[in-house]
């Protein structure tokens, strides 16, 4: 983990990369957030969104379907938002809500990368001190 970078993150960031971490669709952000942050409109979430998939930190995908070995339906990352669209669906406020319908297919889902390991996680190293 980069310490110095996750302190660096302010409250709202830190919920949108733990939202991405907890394989969850992007409403689910509305749990880690803030009292403050829960009433700003989704344009401004977006706008602190942003910054974090551009960091290469985040992905931002559709839900797709996904059928295990043993035939039990489920659910697993689909295709990225490409980059030039996320503004526009990240203005939808549906795309902030559950689905009515139950079915997350093509829900709107945070995707922790790589990148993002580094900062919300602790690195054998600093395990180690």
């Known amino acids: 983990m980069s310490e110095r970078e996750w302190q660096a993150l302010t409250k709202s960031e830190e919920a949108f990369m733990v939202n991405s971490y907890e394989i969850d669709i992007l ?65 939808g406020a549906a795309n902030w809500e559950y689905p009515d319908d139950g079915s997350w297919i093509g829900a709107v889902t945070l995707v922790e990368t790589e990148a993002g390991k580094r900062i919300t996680r602790v690195s054998p190293e600093e395990m180690a001190e």
Do not use: M, Y
């Not at 706008?47 to 070995?69: C, K, N, Y």
């Open 27 to 91: 409403a689910g952000v509305w749990g880690d957030l803030d009292d403050d942050d829960q009433s700003r409109p989704v344009n401004e979430l977006a706008g602190i969104l942003l910054p974090l998939v551009d960091r290469g930190w985040i992905e931002v995908r559709r839900v797709a379907p996904w059928t295990s070995p043993s035939g039990e339906k489920g659910f697993q990352h689909g295709e990225l938002v490409p980059r030039d669209q996320l503004p526009a669906v990240l203005e």
